[in-house]
């Protein structure tokens, strides 16, 4: 299992500035994983960030929005640039440990941008 | 993108009563998943069902999956006020995890 900190939990941001959400896991990991869940839907793969390589994203996030940093195998960061209200979400970061393909999640970061 | 197609989208029932929510998919997979998660908060894993698997139980889950229907079911017995959340279905295949839509559970006391 994992037990993974992130934060902040919450926070209004103004239009045109930068949030940047940390994610601290209380094991090694391989994989970290980046989610954003909009009002009402389900979650949506941002991200997926390995410990001393370039993160890979999905199709409609790319890293100038979304840069990502994974500095070692227990922490990652993702920052949500150039805010605007289209960018209200819930974002989640996960984890899978060693091969047994369930994830753990933070308690997620609800940003509202005015 | 989403793979899983939830239904109902909300559900409610009062205590004591049995909850069933669906789960639809489109690809092969590896196995399916379900979390849930209260109040827009972090995902908590409930219970893993392989591809080989047609039925498995967890405490008041049961799940069950028809891979020639591509389809699995959540149901959670004896419901309490405590369940009430949204609950998502993920399937899982080779390394690459979808969730559905969910479904918001009421149980109203």
């Known amino acids: 299992s994992a037990v993974i900190s992130q934060k902040p939990s919450r926070d209004i941001c103004q239009r045109g500035t930068s949030l940047t959400i940390q994610c601290q896991v209380d094991s090694q990991v391989t994989m970290m994983f980046w989610y954003r869940q909009q009002p009402g839907q389900s979650l949506t793969l941002i991200a997926t960030a390995n410990q001393g390589s370039e993160a890979t994203y999905e199709s409609g996030f790319v890293i100038d929005k979304f840069p990502i940093s994974r500095p070692n195998l227990t922490f990652s960061t993702l920052t949500v640039s150039n805010m605007s209200p289209e960018d209200s979400s819930i974002y989640l970061c996960?984890?899978?440990?060693?091969?047994?393909?369930?994830?753990?999640f933070g308690s997620g970061t609800q940003l509202s941008v005015l | 993108s989403q793979q899983g197609e939830e239904d109902p989208q909300a559900l409610s029932i009062q205590e004591g009563e049995n909850a069933t929510m669906n789960c639809s998919y489109k690809t092969s997979i590896n196995n399916l998943q379900w979390y849930r998660q209260n109040s827009g908060r972090g995902l908590v894993h409930l219970i893993l069902?392989?591809?080989?698997?047609r039925e498995k139980h967890s405490g008041r889950l049961r799940v069950t999956l028809d891979t020639s229907k591509k389809s699995s079911s959540l149901l959670i017995t004896a419901s309490r006020a405590a369940d009430t959340a949204s609950y998502f279905c993920a399937t899982y295949n080779n390394n690459d995890m979808r969730f559905g839509a969910g479904t918001r559970l009421t149980v109203k006391p």
């Open positions: 069902i392989r591809s080989n698997e």
């Open positions: 996960s984890v899978e440990t060693g091969h047994n393909e369930k994830l753990f």
